[in-house]
């Protein structure tokens, strides 16, 4: 019988708000470019955040895996399937073993720096699965970037602490944008990390920002 990743109330979130970021935005129509002067205030001043994590089936974990952009991570001598809990023909007593006791979550974390239109934001995908309380076994990470005026420039997503194996891991995720003033040849290029911890219980927390 498949044991199920994630205790009673896995289905959480929170959302944190800081500064001037708290205020109310304007529709994004009216967004418009500012003052050097004002647009480096603006993009400094203020933070939100926010989770949300949830159980998910294995299909929708492995389905994860082929988003455009996703790092993907799976345990040495299993398949894709496999490490997700599906199995497949051909599979060892061992690897069977394994993908009964094998559960999925995603979690979407996201961190908000400064206060409209010059917010930046950048939001962490993740998808694992583990053997409950033991390891994980897969691991599917996205990151995305956005803003009013501030574009995305690149994205990254790297593994700075546990992983496959382990019985967490940490994500970090990280993202340059540009925002422009009202002087065309001035641009702000802001960049920011979210450093998000994900564990084989089906727990996750944002534990550092910057």
């Known amino acids: ?14 959302l944190t708000t800081g500064g001037a970021a708290m205020a109310k935005a304007p529709p994004a129509g ?22 949300v994590t949830r159980a998910v089936s294995a299909e929708e974990a492995l389905a994860a895996a082929s988003q455009p952009g996703a790092t993907v991570s799976v345990e040495p001598g ?13 599979t060892t007593t061992a690897a069977v073993a ?14 908000q720096w400064g206060t ?3 917010e930046q934001r950048i939001t962490d995908t993740t998808y694992w699965c583990a053997v409950w309380g033991d390891h994980i076994t897969y691991r599917s990470s996205s990151v995305n970037g956005n803003g009013t005026l501030c574009s ?12 496959i194996g382990y019985s967490w891991f940490v994500m970090r995720s990280s993202a340059g944008f540009s925002c422009p003033t009202v002087i ?13 911890s994900r564990n084989a219980w089906g727990n996750s927390a944002i534990i550092g920002s910057g």
Do not use: Q
């Open 1 to 14: 019988m498949r044991v199920k990743l994630l205790v009673a109330g896995v289905l959480t979130g929170h």
């Open 30 to 51: 009216g967004a418009r470019p500012l003052s050097p002067a004002e647009a480096s205030a603006l993009a400094a001043s203020g933070f939100s955040s926010g989770s």
């Open 78 to 90: 299993l398949s894709l399937r496999e490490a997700v809990g599906l199995g497949s023909a051909g």
């Open 98 to 111: 394994a993908a009964d006791a094998t559960g999925c979550a995603a979690n979407a974390a996201w961190w």
């Open 116 to 118: 409209w239109p010059y």
């Open 152 to 163: 995305t420039n690149w994205t990254s997503s790297a593994l700075i602490s546990g992983g």
């Open 184 to 196: 065309p040849w001035i641009t702000l290029h802001p960049s920011h990390y979210l450093d998000v």
